[in-house]
């Protein structure tokens, strides 16, 4: 997971430690007292010819990496005013440097958070099912991530039920069912072809009469550039006006999610998102970048094909995966 920005956030630190352990200081306009403390301490001041060419290839590198854009460069820019002028201990560059890239990357990643357990527990109390819509491309772990979620709020006393509202791609009702059996929901479908909205009116219809807590609602794949899809799920965020909407976007596809992420949000809407497949993404990038770049928390990763392969998202976590 994650292991190419790893690397390349490795080497940044071996580089610089290199480069400042090697370069004697130069001994002029120093007083007599500063000289003698820091030939005592064993100290060196990070001067940003040191580090000016290697803040550089970082920031291509990070670009490799899938990092938004603005995030190398803000990267970059934050970590050039920590470091220059730094005073520390010749053997400690490493743990200093890292320290600084450590405290750096938590600030990009934002600390927002959004309790989907504690929402739903929340609007449970009024006494009405909390609704929450799941959107994003095809392909992405949608339905995957319903069942995971439906098995966390389980998990919580929570009981649910899924909309199919995917009336659209072939064998998704029964791709839904198969996953309701397997953690043990019951769900709503429709015929296909059918309108999505009236199968998730239908659902919220069911939770109500028959007391459940939470309705999870499934839709179909679509591109943000698909036209009638996205005026489908506009109707149906005007008529169900769901608790929460979730965009479900694959780790993997770098940049490609921050841009979904944004038409989505002008369409109907965002919350938060779900980022999947963090399990099989090297790279790391867009895990580092949506907050920054959309203002939109990640709730969760993908971590697996499993019902727990589910795993709370905390800056902190991407920071230790990364360092
Ligand atoms: N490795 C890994 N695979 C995942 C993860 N989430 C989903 N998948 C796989 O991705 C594929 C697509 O998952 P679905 O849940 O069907 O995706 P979807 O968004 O509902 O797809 P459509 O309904 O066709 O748009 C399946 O093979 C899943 O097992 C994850 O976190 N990690
Ligand atoms: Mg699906």
């Known amino acids: 997971m994650f292991n190419l920005l790893k690397d390349k956030l490795s080497s940044f630190v071996k580089s610089i430690s290199k480069k400042v352990e090697e370069q004697p200081q130069k001994e002029v306009k120093l007083s007599l007292e500063t000289k003698v403390k820091s030939i005592l301490s064993n100290e060196v001041e990070i001067k940003e010819k040191d580090v000016s060419g290697l803040l550089d290839e970082l920031e291509l590198s990070l670009l490799e990496a899938d990092v938004a854009y603005d995030v190398a460069s803000g990267v970059k820019k934050k970590l050039k005013e920590k470091l220059v ?65 439906a098995h966390l709020l389980k998990g919580n006393g929570i009981s649910c039920v899924i909309a199919a509202a995917d009336t659209w791609r072939a064998a998704s009702q029964e791709q839904a069912e198969v996953w309701g059996k397997r953690v043990g929901v019951k769900v709503i479908g429709g015929q296909y072809g ?121 800056a902190e976590f991407v920071v230790e995966s990364l360092t």
């Open 85 to 149: 002028g730094m005073h520390v201990k010749k053997d400690e560059v490493s743990r200093a440097v890292n320290g600084v890239i450590r405290e750096t990357l938590l600030g990009i990643m934002g600390k927002e958070k959004l309790d989907l357990v504690g929402m739903a527990k929340q609007k449970i109390d009024s006494g009405a099912p909390f609704v929450i819509l799941f959107i994003g491309p095809n392909g992405s772990g949608k339905t995957t991530s319903i069942a995971k979620i």
């Open 194 to 314: 059918s309108d999505p909205t009236s199968v998730v009116w239908n659902a919220v219809a069911h939770a109500k009469a028959k007391g459940i807590n939470a309705v999870l609602v499934d839709t179909a794949g679509r591109q943000e550039t698909s036209r009638n899809l996205m005026r489908e799920l506009e109707k149906m965020n005007r008529v169900i006006k769901p608790d929460l909407k979730i965009y479900v976007g694959e780790a993997i596809a770098g940049n490609a999610v921050i841009e979904q992420v944004k038409e989505f949000d002008k369409v109907i809407g965002v919350d938060g998102v779900i980022l999947t497949k963090a399990d099989v993404d090297e790279k790391g990038g867009a895990a580092l970048s949506i907050y920054y770049s959309t203002s939109k928390p990640i709730l969760y990763f993908g971590v697996g094909q499993e019902l727990d392969d589910l795993k709370e998202f905390s």
